[in-house]
Each structure stands twice: as C-alpha cells, then as structure tokens.
C-alpha cells in the first residue's frame, strides 16, 4: 500500500466537514440556532418532515457535531408581529406577540445564533412596506443587544394575484439584502420568476409553499451562509482529531481502493511534529498493512487537510481500517481514532480447463468458479449467453475452435425499494394498502413499524386487484407468509421476510399485513386522502387500516413502512471477469510412416517418420523419427511395419507400411523401357512400351496374377480385383525381361 498526501486545506468536495465550511474548530464545538418562521420553517409544502428545510440543516449540523441543535419556533400563518418580543403593544388592528414564539422565547434558549424566515404572510395581510422592516429591525436590535449574532431570510415569492403585493414581495426583498447585509440569506433567487411568482418546478401546489425541491434549495442556501464559521471561538489548547474516513470502494472491492482521512488541528497555531498512522486488516485471512504520514510543522490553527491512501481489496475480505493522529501537545484525545470497515465479495477468478480432441467428437469446456457465481458461455464476444452453466457440452467438434466464458458475481436483478413516511400517530393490527406493477417485479419482504415490543409474529395476506371494498372479506385473501421477529423498542422499523411475490406488469395487488396476536400493534398513521408513491417500477397506494381478523376497517390511513422488491436483468451483477477464451483443441497432426515399397533381400530402408512428434513407437523397436529396415531380417515376403507417435497435445497417432522383401536380381527400375501410370493405383492402371510386349504381374512370392500379350505399346488392365498390396509388373520386350513395382491402394 502507498499513501499520498494532498495539501488540500479546504477541500470543497470531501464531506460535510468542508460544504460550506471553512473553519476546522467548528467540528469540536457544539451549537444551537433557533428559527423564527412562519409555515415555511414549520415545513409546509414538503412532502415529508425529513424534506423541510429547517429539518435537513440540522441534519447537517449534526453530521458535523451530534450535539449541534437547531430548536425551530416556526408556525404556520405567523408574521412579524407575532415574532416581536414580549411585551411590545403592535398598533391597532395587528396581532400581538407570542410569547412562546417569538424573538424573546428565542433568546431564552441561549442560542449561539437566530435565523428569520418570514416568506410572504406580511404582504399577504396586508401589512406595508415600513410596518414590516420597523419589526425586522427592531428583532434584528434586540437580538444584537444581547449579542446574539442573527441571520434574516428574505422574502419568497409567492403567487400573488395582484400585482402590488407582488411588486411589495419583491421591494421587501431587495430591502432586506441592503439592510441587513452580511446577514442575510438568498430565499428568492432560482425559486422566482421574473415576475415574482414561484417558479412551478418549486411549487407545492398551492402557489404559496415550496416543494421537496424547492426546501432543498433553501437548505443549501443556509448551509452556503457558514454560519457556524462566523460564530466560533477560537479554542486555547492545542487538539488534532481525525474528523472524517471516506472509502471508495466497490461493494467487490478493487485493486486500487482510496481511503480519505480528513484531519485538522482544531485548537491553536501548532509547529509541533504530528503523526498520522493507517493500519488496514483482512480478518479474513489475517493480513495487514501500516502507513505512516508525518507533518513535520504541524498544522495552522483550526485548518483541515486530507490524506489519500490507496490499497487493494480486490480480494474477499472483511476489511477494517484504523486511522490514529498524534501530537505530543495535543489536549483532547477522544477525537484522534477514527475507525470503520467494510466487506469485499471480492472478483470471480474462475479456472478454465480447456479440451483436446484427438479426433472429432463431443468436447466439454470447463471453468472453476466459487460457489454462488454465475457462468456464462458464449461463440463470440457480442452474442447472447449460449449456457449458464459451469460445464459447456459441444456435441461434435471437427476443428480448434475458440469459445468465451464470463463469471458475474452478484445479483443478475436489480434491487430496488419504496417507503412511505416515518410519522405515525396510530398503533393497530393491520393495514392494507395496493401495489401496482408499472414493470414486472418480484417483492421481496416488508419493513413494518411494530409498535409492540417482543417476540411478534406478522402474516402477510395478498389478492388480485384492489383492497377497496374487501376490506371485511377474509374470503378474499390468501396468506402468502409469516414470520417471527423480534422488535427490541416500540415503533421500531421491522424486515418480515417473504418467499417472493411475483407481480406482472400493470397488475394490481392488494397487501394486508396484520399481527398474529390480536393484541400486538403494527403503526400508521390517519391521513385525509389516499397516499401515492412511486418508483420507475412501483406504485404504492395507501390504504386503510383493519382490525383483527378483519373485524372493521378504517379509510384512509398511511401505513408506516416500505416494499424491498427486486426487477430487471442486471448480466453483469456487482462485478464481472472479461470475455475469457477457452479452447476447444482438436488435434491436426498426420503421421506418415512411409510409402509401401519393395527391397531387395540384400538391401537395407531407411524409414522416415513425419517429424514434429513427441514419441515414436516403431515395431521393429525403433523410438525415434527414423526406422532402419534390414530386409535379411524381415526375410522374403510381405511385412507391415507399424507405427505408434504421440503429439504434443497427448494424442496417439497410427500408421503402416508394407515393405516387400524380394529377390530383386535383374530388375533395374531407372532403366525400364517401360512406365506405370499411375502407380500406386487404385482401380485402372495403364502400362506404356516402346515395342509389343508380354506382361504379367506376380506377387512377391513369385505367383502369377494375371498374363496378357500385347501388340502395340500401350496397355490397360483393371485391378480391382487385387487386394491392396505391391506388386511386380514383368514386361517381356524384344527379349528383354524387365522388372517395375506397382502398388495397388484401397
């Protein structure tokens, strides 16, 4: 493993410790912000409370320091007055103060700073231009008297249907950048139209609140502020901490994984040599790794900087890493460990056994792959799988042929799951909601809200089509499962498993999820319509609500939960080898032991063999390419002198030849007046002469086949007759007795 260091002392895109942060000490201080608000703050508009822009900027504080706090005093229809400090008399006609919410009930919480978010309601009752900036004003006074720093929201636009209040919304706006500025927040731009109205992708839907969309964008705005930079105080010891660990890492792991650590001194200016040391262990297979970073001068005060190392968890492994930062002046210690793990499949590495044909046939290719992986064969690297299987059968092969094999590991679907809200204000047996299939799926199991602690037992009940009016039908339903769970707390969170619901597309199916005991309590919670959710995959419609054994139903309610399903084809699941070759090798090596021939009993072959081979196995005992042939050893007559070779592929290959052995006086083949065409032959073969001649043919022992007289010189006979075998031709020419062997082939 190798560590690079990255002097990077606000890195923009590593971890909330640095968006919209710059001062490292704010991570090792605790603070608390009050919001004055009106519906916007309270979370109007969003979809869920987890979605409204106070919500999502304390989870962000928080993920900087879990004591950070943000006490939000926002209510709905509020406006300036009702956010003035106790005990102010407001002008005929105009609300008073609440006490409870307003800028004195803020600084009662002893906060470390204020943010005002009061979109529109002031325009909207009809309040001027200088009523509302005198409040603002004298807010903003009083929270500086008590030297609380505080943040003012401007306006927002809403769709106003005169053009006065939306001119107003706009003035107010400008107003509150001039006169409270560095202190002021962006509530209006890219939410707006350029004629004052909300933009209709930000738009709730009722021209006044923004959506999930639109809540995000003011969250982002408040964080960009950096408010908690401007409010913290320098520490007076010095403290190194290790405030982040982020790993990049496949869920296979991979050959060149990045740990970032972000490290800061979050107390005084330091020069003071500071160590920062990374260990990573494979429980696995009980293998380690240890590196070290030094800053030789220490850190400048309450500055971060990151350190990258990289490592390889190509290989399955329950890795953990431990990230430790020391300094011998360093005065809090709880924050220089970092730890945190991960878990490898790791990559298929499969064994290809290949395999050689001797002679055409059936071949099987093989690849060895780990339990759980997928194989796949393919004829070309483009093609669709030809097999899943690790054994690949090919019934007759009659040349090399070159073959692919691929192993995923992984699902080959892809998971996909939809929740509905957290919130829940009833506890009852069961509830029902519909599922419609926008894509053919398969469900998987239920997170249920238990609000009954203990050993709980939860049965799963489904039917074609809608729940709506077979709420009471215990007729209707099928149980699909149950399962045993154990809840620890009330209104926790519970996966009950399922065998698998398959739902075909654009199928409806009604879910009935009830506890086994009468007197056990599932949650959800009375909503005024049918909720809706959906993925790319899934609508979820919610639903009613059912006493045991479908006694009486309760419409509408919103179940508390979430549907785990699983779509589609995934071929490369979570990792995947390269299209690897395997070989299907059929043997093309031809042994040729020699051509039939005939010798002399006096005389002595050489046999050559076809080279290239890796034994040879001749039966006259010679092993290697070349054969000596001693005819007085053969004796006279006909030999077939076999031969045996193996490959370098493991083939064995077989040849013969047929030697004659003769007494050959007198016959002189290189000046025979005479030819054989063709020779060897297999069926006719014509003998040429320069003169009429007498011609016959003998075996090597000398008995006649066949006797014909010619006239003229040029002679047809048939052989088919004859056996394979060699032959002598005799030609009797002007006396002369000449001698030619022939061959005669199958």
Not at 201 to 223: K, T
Not at 600 to 629: C, H, K, M, P, R
Not at 630 to 656: K, N, P, Q, T
Not at 667 to 679: R, T
């Amino acid at each position: 493993m190798r560590a690079l260091f990255i002097s990077l002392v606000f890195l923009c895109s590593l971890g909330n410790y640095v968006l919209g942060q710059q001062n490292a000490c704010v991570s090792g201080q605790s603070f608390k912000i009050v919001v004055l608000g009106s519906s916007t703050s309270a979370g109007a508009g969003a979809s869920v409370p987890d979605s409204a822009w106070v919500n999502r900027y304390a989870s962000y504080l928080q993920e900087i320091n879990p004591n950070n706090e943000v006490v939000n005093l926002g209510v709905g229809g509020y406006n300036t007055y009702r956010i003035m400090p106790t005990g102010y008399v407001p002008p005929a006609g105009r609300p008073a103060p609440d006490a409870t919410k307003n800028i004195t009930a803020a600084l009662t919480e002893n906060p470390d700073a204020i943010i005002i978010n009061m979109p529109s309601n002031d325009v909207a009752l009809g309040f001027s231009y200088s009523e509302q900036m005198f409040n603002l004003d004298t807010i903003v006074s009083i929270a500086q008297q008590s030297n609380v720093p505080i943040w003012v929201c401007t306006t927002q636009p809403r769709n106003f249907s005169n053009q006065t209040q939306l001119d107003l919304q706009w003035e107010i706006k400008d107003s509150i950048y001039a006169y409270f500025n560095p202190y002021t927040i962006d509530f209006w731009s890219t939410i707006a139209t350029p004629g004052y109205t909300i933009d209709p992708a930000y738009d709730s839907g009722d021209g006044v609140h923004l959506n999930d969309v639109g809540h995000g964008i003011l969250a982002d705005r408040v964080i960009q502020t950096s408010i908690l930079d401007s409010i913290v105080l320098p520490p007076d010891t010095v403290d190194y901490a290790i405030l982040d660990m982020l790993v990049s890492s496949s869920v296979c792991g991979d050959s060149i994984t990045a740990v970032q650590l972000v490290v800061a001194n979050v107390g005084l200016e330091d020069t003071t040599q500071t160590t920062v040391d990374f260990q990573s262990v494979n429980t696995l297979f009980s293998t380690s790794e240890l590196n070290s970073y030094q800053y030789s001068n220490g850190l400048p005060a309450c500055s971060f900087d990151t350190l990258l190392f990289t490592f390889n968890t190509h290989q399955v492994g329950n890795y953990q890493f431990n990230a430790t930062i020391s300094n011998s002046l360093d005065s809090i210690a709880s924050n220089n460990v970092l730890e945190t793990q991960i878990v490898t499949s790791g990559h298929p590495d499969p064994y290809i056994l290949n395999d050689t044909l001797c002679v055409p046939g059936m071949a099987q290719l093989f690849a060895l792959a780990t339990i759980g992986d997928e194989t796949f064969w393919y004829d070309d690297t483009s093609g669709t799988p030809l097999i899943n299987d690790d054994l690949l059968t090919l019934p007759f092969v009659d040349t090399t042929s070159l073959y692919y094999v691929q192993v995923v590991r992984g699902d080959l679907f892809y998971k996909e799951s939809l929740a509905t809200s957290l919130n829940s204000n009833i506890n009852f047996n069961g509830t029902m909601f519909d599922l419609v299939a926008t894509d053919s799926i398969v469900v998987d199991s239920f997170d249920v809200k238990i609000n009954s602690p203990g050993m709980q037992g939860v049965e799963v009940f489904y039917k074609q089509g809608t729940h709506l009016g077979f709420e009471t039908n215990a007729a209707a339903w099928t149980l699909l499962d149950d399962a045993m769970v154990n809840v620890s707390t009330s209104n926790q969170w519970t996966t009950v498993p399922i065998g698998g619901l398959s739902i075909a597309q654009g199928d409806t199916v009604a879910i009935h999820l009830r506890m086994q005991n009468a007197g056990s309590n599932l949650s959800y919670q009375s909503v005024s319509a049918p909720q809706t959710r959906s993925t790319s995959e899934l609508i979820m419609i919610t639903g009613s609500g059912v006493s045991a054994n479908f006694a009486n139903n309760y419409f509408p309610r919103d179940w508390s939960g979430g549907v785990y399903y699983h779509h589609g084809y995934r071929p490369l699941g979570d990792c995947a080898t390269d299209m690897l070759e395997a070989v299907v090798v059929l043997s093309e090596f031809e042994l040729f032991a020699g051509n039939d021939t005939i010798i002399d009993i006096e005389d002595t072959l050489i046999a050559q063999a076809t080279a290239g081979f890796e034994t040879y196995d001749w039966s006259n005992g010679s092993d290697s390419s070349q054969a000596v042939i001693i005819a007085s050893d053969l004796g006279a007559g006909v030999h077939f002198i076999d031969l045996y070779a193996m490959d370098s592929l493991g083939c064995e290959h077989y040849d013969e030849f047929v030697v004659a052995v003769a007494d050959l006086v007198g016959m002189d083949e290189e000046n025979s007046s005479f030819s054989i065409v063709p020779n060897p032959v297999r069926d006719e073969v014509t003998i040429q002469t320069t003169h009429p001649a007498e011609i016959y043919f003998t075996d090597f022992k000398g008995n006649k086949i066949s006797v014909r007289r010619k006239n003229g010189q040029s002679h047809q006979f048939s052989l088919k007759h004859l056996p394979a075998g060699v032959y002598l031709v005799h030609v009797i020419e002007n006396g002369r007795h000449q001698v030619q062997k022939l061959v005669k082939v199958e």
